[in-house]
């Protein structure tokens, strides 16, 4: 069983900055593969980026260049690093884990978090 809990959502301006965490309990955390989701108001929720045990990383298009995914064993967290954020990445995002070798897509993940709230301003 895993449980995780994220933190650092807010609010910012456009072109802004903010870095998520994902804090996991549980056992085998550095085996699993950690991905973030999100979803706005009135959408689907969408991957992403993921990240397996030897940190290899995935993005999805609209983020890559501009958030980072990254993890910490030692301390059980995975992190997302935004940067240069825009109105259309207000959602709520959501931190996941998986027991596959590899995951991107959200019904390949076996464990969810809450989820933060996101809001950026134009």
């Known amino acids: 069983q895993v449980q995780l809990v994220e933190s650092g959502g807010g609010l910012v301006q456009a072109g802004g900055s903010l870095r998520l965490s994902c804090a996991a309990s549980?056992?085998?955390?550095?085996?699993?593969?950690m991905g973030w989701f999100r979803q706005a108001p009135g959408n689907e929720r969408e991957f992403v980026a993921t990240i397996n045990w030897s940190r290899d990383t995935y993005y999805a298009d609209s983020v890559k260049g501009r958030f980072t995914i990254s993890r910490d064993n030692a301390k059980n967290t995975v992190y997302l690093q935004m940067n240069s954020l825009k109105p259309e990445d207000t959602a709520v995002y959501y931190c996941a884990a998986s027991l596959r070798r590899w995951a991107t897509s959200s019904v390949q993940y076996d464990y969810w978090g809450q989820g933060t709230r996101v809001t950026v301003s134009s």
């Open positions: 549980g056992d085998a955390f550095s085996r699993n593969v």
